[in-house]
C-alpha cells in the first residue's frame, strides 16, 4: 500500500510539474507573437514583413534584333568554318500561364523572324584547297521563318530572370547568292531544281532578362539545326554515273547560331490584379454580389 502511494505521489508531483513547465511555456510563446492592446506607429515600424509576389499568367509582345553566326554541317564531311551576317530580326507574342496550379514560371512564345543559312568552305592547312559546290566557296541564302518554343523562366528577383526556350521551326529560303571564282554567272543568283527552298527543323537556347513593368529587355542565344538539307542527297549520279553511283548521297544541314537583344511590353500585368479584376471588384463593391 505503501509503494502504491508512494508511486501515484511521484506520478501526480510529475504531472503538476509538467502542466507547469507547459503552461509557462504558453505564456511565453503568448508573449511573443500576442498583439500589444494599443498598435502605435512605432510599433507597425518594428515589424518586417517579408514580401512575396505571386506571378500572373500574362501576355507579352516584343521585337528583337541580331546576327546570325551562319554555319553547315556536311555528310560527308567537309571543312567548313562559321561566317557572321546582320541582320536577323523578329516579332513574338509570349503567353505566361501556371502549370497544375503550382508551376509559375512557364510560357509559350510564337513568332515570326528573318534570318540566314548558307555555308563556307575554308581552306585545307596541308593541300591550301579550298572545296567548292557548284563552283562556289560560299553561299548565302536569305529565310523567313515562324517558330513554337516552350519558354521557361527563372526569376532570381523581380528584375532579373534567365530563360530557357525551345521548339520548332519553319521557313522558306527565299534566294541565294554563290560567291567563288567559278562559279557560272547562270546559277549565281539562282535555285536549282535539286535546291530545296524549305527548311525546318529545331531551336533553342538560353537568354536572360532585365524587367521594368511593363517593359523588359531580353538578351538571347539561340541555336538553329535545320532538318531540310540543301539539296537532293542523290543529285549527282544522274549526271555522273560512274563518278557517282545511285547508291552515293551527300547531304548538307544549316547549324546556325543567333545572337539577338529584345524590347518587350508586357500586355497585362506581371503583379497584382488585371484591369478585368479590378473592373469586376468595382461592380462588386457598388452593386454587390448581384449579377
Not at 560560299?138 to 517558330?147: C, P, Q, R, T
Request: proline share 4%; charged share 20%.
Amino acid at each position: 500500500m505503501k509503494k502504491f502511494l508512494s508511486t501515484a505521489a511521484a506520478i501526480l508531483l510529475f504531472v503538476l510539474c509538467a502542466r507547469g513547465q507547459e503552461a509557462d511555456t504558453v505564456k511565453y510563446v503568448r508573449d511573443i507573437f500576442e498583439l500589444p492592446e494599443v498598435i502605435t506607429d512605432e510599433y507597425l515600424d518594428t515589424v518586417n514583413v517579408k514580401k512575396q509576389f505571386l506571378i500572373n499568367d500574362y501576355w507579352m509582345i516584343g521585337a528583337y534584333f541580331g546576327g546570325t553566326f551562319v554555319g553547315n554541317m556536311f555528310n560527308p564531311s567537309r571543312e567548313t568554318r562559321y561566317f557572321f551576317k546582320l541582320p536577323c530580326y523578329g516579332l513574338s507574342v509570349t503567353k505566361f500561364f501556371t502549370m497544375l496550379n503550382t508551376f509559375r514560371n512557364l510560357g509559350l512564345e510564337f513568332g515570326v523572324q528573318h534570318t540566314w543559312e548558307g555555308y563556307q568552305f575554308k581552306e585545307n592547312k596541308e593541300t591550301h584547297v579550298i572545296q567548292t559546290l557548284e563552283g562556289a566557296t560560299k553561299a548565302l541564302m536569305e529565310v523567313y521563318e515562324g517558330n513554337f518554343l516552350t519558354h521557361v523562366h527563372f526569376d532570381f528577383t523581380d528584375k532579373i530572370k534567365m530563360m530557357v526556350k525551345l521548339g520548332l521551326y519553319g521557313g522558306y529560303r527565299m534566294n541565294i547568292v554563290r560567291y567563288g571564282d567559278h562559279v557560272p554567272e547562270e546559277i549565281r543568283t539562282s535555285f536549282l531544281s535539286t535546291d530545296h527552298r524549305w527548311t525546318y527543323g529545331v531551336e533553342g537556347g538560353v537568354g536572360f532578362g532585365l524587367m521594368f513593368d511593363p517593359v523588359e529587355i531580353h538578351f538571347n542565344g539561340l541555336l538553329k539545326w535545320s532538318w531540310s538539307s540543301l539539296y537532293d542527297p542523290n543529285y549527282q549520279s544522274p549526271y555522273f554515273p560512274r563518278l557517282y553511283p545511285e547508291y552515293y548521297y551527300r547531304f548538307a544541314y544549316p547549324f546556325d547560331i543567333m545572337i539577338s537583344v529584345g524590347l518587350y511590353y508586357q500586355l497585362t500585368p506581371r503583379y497584382g490584379r488585371t484591369r478585368a479584376q479590378l473592373r469586376r471588384e468595382a461592380k462588386r463593391i457598388v452593386y454587390g454580389d448581384k449579377k
